[in-house]
């Protein structure tokens, strides 16, 4: 069993920035594909950013493109999501998450192609 624990979340003001980092365990990290979504209240999860198994390949939202980049580490079974120029539209609880199929790149962004999810981390913007 995968599992998956998100840490780096945090309160900030606009125009910050924050590293959010998952770190994994319980399976063969190198080999998944690793997502971020985000959570705000009264709202659907929606994708953020994701990363192939080897790192050489990202998705992002448009809504985070030249703001967010996502890596990895496989040595360290850690993916990272480094956040600039925060919003408060960017307040919501952050989740990574695990996929150990190797999906074409744009499937990425379906909540569903995802078997493993961590508890989250919460990202609050204040203006």
């Known amino acids: 069993q995968v599992q998956l624990v998100e840490s780096g979340g945090g309160l900030v003001q606009a125009g910050d920035s924050l590293r959010l980092s998952c770190a994994a365990s319980?399976?063969?990290?190198?080999?998944?594909?690793m997502g971020w979504f985000r959570q705000a209240p009264g709202k659907e999860r929606e994708f953020v950013a994701a990363v192939n198994w080897s790192g050489d390949n990202t998705l992002y939202a448009d809504s985070v493109k030249g703001r967010f980049t996502i890596s990895r580490y496989n040595a360290k079974n850690t993916v990272y999501l480094q956040v600039y120029s925060l919003k408060p539209e960017d307040t919501a609880v952050y989740y990574c998450?695990?996929?150990?199929?190797?999906?074409?790149?744009?499937?990425?962004?379906?909540?569903?192609?995802?078997?493993?999810w961590g508890q989250g981390t919460q990202v609050t913007v204040s203006s």
């Open positions: 319980g399976g063969t990290f190198s080999t998944y594909g």
């Open positions: 998450a695990a996929s150990p199929r190797p999906w074409r790149m744009s499937y990425y962004s379906d909540l569903d192609k995802y078997d493993y």
